[in-house]
């Protein structure tokens, strides 16, 4: 893979990371879960894999906020890069706002295996794990 597509593919990898972070905490549901493949899983410590677009989008539904919330996604490392699929680990610290201000609520590591279609990438699985 030359360098210059190795870099296309982190900043699309990136790019689809950062809007789903935004789109979530900001309760867009429908933009979320457009960003996931028809046949998606997501992985959540304590529940059962959420399998397909429309699972995924009624989980996110359920999911939305109701106060102000923050997901801040870093240390992403994109860990395989190919044309069409890759997959990167991230840390994530989960923030809510309540009456005393900003506390975070979780932290945990997101492992992503991204497919790429129609030059958009989209999330295929998504692992979650938390913290101690």
């Known amino acids: 893979m030359s360098e210059s597509l190795h ?8 790019a689809t ?14 933009e979320v879960a457009a960003l996931y493949t028809s046949d998606a899983v997501l992985e959540v410590p304590g529940l059962e ?5 429309d ?3 009624q989980a996110f539904k359920g999911w939305e906020p109701t106060r102000p919330q923050l997901h801040l996604v870093s240390n992403t490392v994109v860990t395989s890069a190919g044309e069409n699929e890759a997959t990167a680990v991230s840390d994530v610290v989960f923030l809510q706002r309540g009456d005393s201000g900003w506390t975070a609520q979780i932290t945990g590591r997101y492992v992503d295996t991204l497919r790429r279609s129609d030059r958009t990438w989209r999330l295929h699985r998504r692992t979650t794990t938390y913290q101690a």
Do not use: F, K, S, Y
Request: glycine content about 14%; cysteine-free.
């Open 7 to 14: 870099a296309e593919v982190v900043a699309g990898v990136r």
């Open 17 to 30: 990371l950062g809007a789903h972070t935004q789109a979530q905490d900001a309760g867009r549901t429908d």
């Open 49 to 53: 894999p959420i399998e397909g677009r």
């Open 55 to 57: 699972a995924l989008r």
